[in-house]
């Protein structure tokens, strides 16, 4: 602890949103400065590196048009802390916490650290409550359950804004009070203006934190931790089940690659930093239950994957940190399928300890497997048909390949909410009257 204000004019150079300071006395990671240029408004940054009396800053704000030699840069002593209260619900913030909404700022009841703090392994419980999504394909064979961080990915020009949409208007709890947590990365006007739309209709209590995509690039790596930190409190402190939504990760991702660009970092996969797998399971690994707490942190983060490609580093480093995927479909889109989640790449890893008697219904599994089962056959008879025609097929044959199309237009394809009550009766009837064609 400093018993006096350390400030520095001291700016050397300035390298896109980076400053870098000259004999600066003592410094620590992740410090928080204040950037007081001679004229205009004070910027926020951090120390992101220390080189004997060399420090190197982020500024959240621009850096044009800085001063060098008039500029002054207070440091803190403090790390980036997130103001927390109740008061957060119903307000969206800038990606710095700035209020977005036109309502004055709220007095906080307390602050955390925006790095959140890590849950001991040993303490956390195996999530098993299950979460209704109102989404069939969801509920029913890829099944949401307390604490679980489940990606969404999709691809350029498919529907993951009306799904993410859905789940913000759908997603019910059983019993105990419930929030969405939402953070928007990079997101255009229009898309503001979507998830805007969509928080203010939803009975669903919120909080939500927009980084547009004219915003300062560092403030999109703040966001989702802002996001978490708030998400934390409301969980572990006031005792709530909390969706956070993050959309979209491919954009934080760019971010990252922008910011390791201008530190003139080592790239690795594509560009990115050889650190983006650490860096984007410091974010997924906030989801999760204590035990003996009350509260849970669930995550849907959103990974647009560039040309479809799952095997591109951001899809690919979020599939073996997360615990599952849904996988949106172009041929599905493209046949009027929504929500267009392809059922044979998606997974749950988490479903089968949230389904069943107690939980969902008895015959939950069973159900499920049969329609895997059968659509996976299905699938492989359009295949088949493709070569020789239906009408060289057999009966056996013709009979999955119909279960397929009825499968994607009865069962997946829907407008409206359906409890998981319905998403099984509807499943029920589709295999059973198949089963008894065959």
Known sequence: MR???HSYRTVSRVAGPLLFLENV???RMG??????????????GEVLEISGRTVMVEVLGGTRGLDLEKTRVVFTDAVKHAPLSPLVLGRIFSGSFAPRDGKPMFVPDSYAPVTGAPINPSARETPREFIETGLSVVDGLNTLVKGQKLPVFSGSGLPSMEVAAFLLRHARLTRGSFAVVFAGLGL???EYAFYRAVLEEAATEYAAFVNLASDPVLERLLAPRLALSVAEYLAFERGMDVLVL???MANYCDALREVSTSREELPGRRGYPGYMYSDLASLYERAGRIKGVEGSVTMLPVVTMPEDDITHPVPDLTGYITEGQLVLSRALHARGVFPPVDVLPSLSRLMQEGIGE?????????????????YARGREMRRLEAIIGREGMSERDRGMLDFADAFEREFVTQRGRRSVGETLEAARRLAE?????Q
Do not use: I
């Open 3 to 5: 018993y006096a204000e």
């Open 25 to 27: 006395f003592t410094a």
């Open 31 to 44: 410090e928080s400065v204040l950037v007081l240029p001679p004229e205009g408004e004070p910027a926020e």
């Open 188 to 190: 255009t006007h229009r």
């Open 246 to 248: 993050l959309a979209d």
């Open 358 to 374: 107690g939980r969902t219904r008895k015959d939950h599994k069973a159900l499920a497997g049969r329609m895997y089962s059968m």
């Open 433 to 437: 009257r198949f089963e008894e064609e």
